[in-house]
T-cell receptor
Framework: GAVVSQHPSWVICKSGTSVKIECRSL??????MFWYRQFPKQSLMLMAT?????????EQGVEKDKFLINHASLTLSTLTVTSAHPEDSSFYIC??????????????FGPGTRLTVL | SQQGEEDPQALSIQEGENATMNCSYK?????LQWYRQNSGRGLVHLIL?????REKHSGRLRVTLDTSKKSSSLLITASRAADTASYFC????????????FGKGITLSVRP
């Protein structure tokens, strides 16, 4: 299947700082990417849908000014957690939708980024 | 609320036994997918079954879908210790640009 990478795989930061997480589709172009958050022993919760060249669509309860999403190219979406606080500590997973000619609109997931805010 | 609900929440079996996990959902779907997640790691896509399909196989995995009951099952045959992980079902609803919604997950432990 297609490959989606995330960088960094883990990050520790101080409270009040901002952290940027990158999500790349390595062997296909993705006009749509998704950002999920997963707390320990819980399921994945969709935070936002990122569309190349347009504004992201945020799920209810997700602060768009806190979680900035940029999808500037067909292979890269970034999530910036601004003014991070300890409660933002979580596992962030991105996913890219392959809508290519030979795909079945499959959604491929990155390996996740563990964010710890001290 | 989440679309998919798996049961049981936790399952512990002996290596070599079969593991059956169930997922129920509430509204009409385009497809249903099963994923595996090892502790602290990303998701691994296992299998996708479309709404017009009833059963699919992939290696030791067998997935069934009953749209009349709005339920799916994942069967892992001849389980191995390496199958220990969390398993999630995820549903994609009908309609353009529909999101993938995950259930709460099942924790499977396979004892060697």
């Amino acid at each position: 299947g297609a490959v989606v990478s995330q960088h960094p795989s883990w990050v520790i930061c101080k409270s009040g700082t901002s952290v940027k997480i990158e999500c790349r589709s390595l062997d296909f172009q993705a006009t749509t990417m998704f950002w999920y958050r997963q707390f320990p022993k819980q399921s994945l919760m969709l935070m936002a849908t990122s569309n190349e060249g347009s504004k992201a669509t945020y799920e209810q309860g997700v602060e768009k000014d806190k979680f900035l999403i940029n999808h500037a190219s067909l292979t890269l979406s970034t999530l910036t957690v601004t003014s991070a606080h300890p409660e933002d500590s979580s596992f962030y997973i991105c996913s890219a939708l392959d809508t290519g000619q030979f795909s079945y609109n499959e959604q491929f997931f990155g390996p996740g980024t563990r964010l710890t805010v001290l | 609320s989440q679309q998919g609900e798996e049961d049981p929440q936790a399952l512990s079996i002996q290596e070599g036994e079969n593991a059956t996990m169930n997922c129920s959902y509430k509204t009409s779907i385009n497809n249903l997918q099963w994923y595996r997640q090892n502790s602290g790691r990303g998701l691994v896509h296992l299998i996708l079954i479309r709404s017009n399909e009833r059963e699919k196989h992939s290696g030791r995995l067998r997935v069934t879908l009953d749209t009349s009951k709005k339920s799916s099952s994942l069967l892992i045959t001849a389980s191995r210790a390496a199958d220990t992980a969390s398993y999630f079902c995820a549903t994609r609803l009908t309609g353009a640009n529909s999101k993938l919604t995950f259930g709460k997950g099942i924790t499977l432990s396979v004892r060697p």
